[in-house]
């Protein structure tokens, strides 16, 4: 099983960014997928989460520029950025927890590079 990022890259501030996660491998079930990110010198962390269901969470600070969706049939979580900043400057991570009779494991993507320029 792994997660394969995709997306990312430079945007001018106030400007917008997709990212994407696609799951491969021995699939049984995906529950809760997320997106995290981490700036330089500072811990990662959740910017939003959605289950299997569609039920999204935001964090506070991009509440309103960003959106999490997801494809169940593609196993494919994403990340629409709009409104950049430059505060929003890491590198993200989608994170996603898979799912087996009797096991329930959790895995991360490899990262993605966002730069924003003000």
């Known amino acids: 099983v792994q997660l394969v990022q995709s997306g990312g890259g430079l945007a001018q501030s106030g400007g917008s960014l997709r990212l994407s996660c696609a799951a491969s491998?021995?699939?049984?079930?995906?529950?809760?997928m997320a997106w995290y990110r981490q700036a330089p010198g500072k811990e990662r962390e959740l910017v939003a989460s959605i289950t299997r269901s569609g039920s999204s969470n935001v964090v506070d600070s991009v509440k309103g520029r960003f959106t999490i969706s997801r494809d169940n049939g593609a196993n494919t979580v994403y990340l629409q950025m709009n409104g950049l900043k430059s505060e929003d400057t890491a590198v993200y991570y989608c994170?996603?927890?898979?799912?087996?009779?009797?096991?329930?494991?959790?895995?991360w993507g490899q990262g993605t590079q966002v730069t924003v320029s003000s």
């Open positions: 994170r996603a927890e898979f799912v087996w009779p009797r096991i329930k494991d959790i895995y």
């Open positions: 491998g021995k699939i049984f079930g995906i529950e809760e």
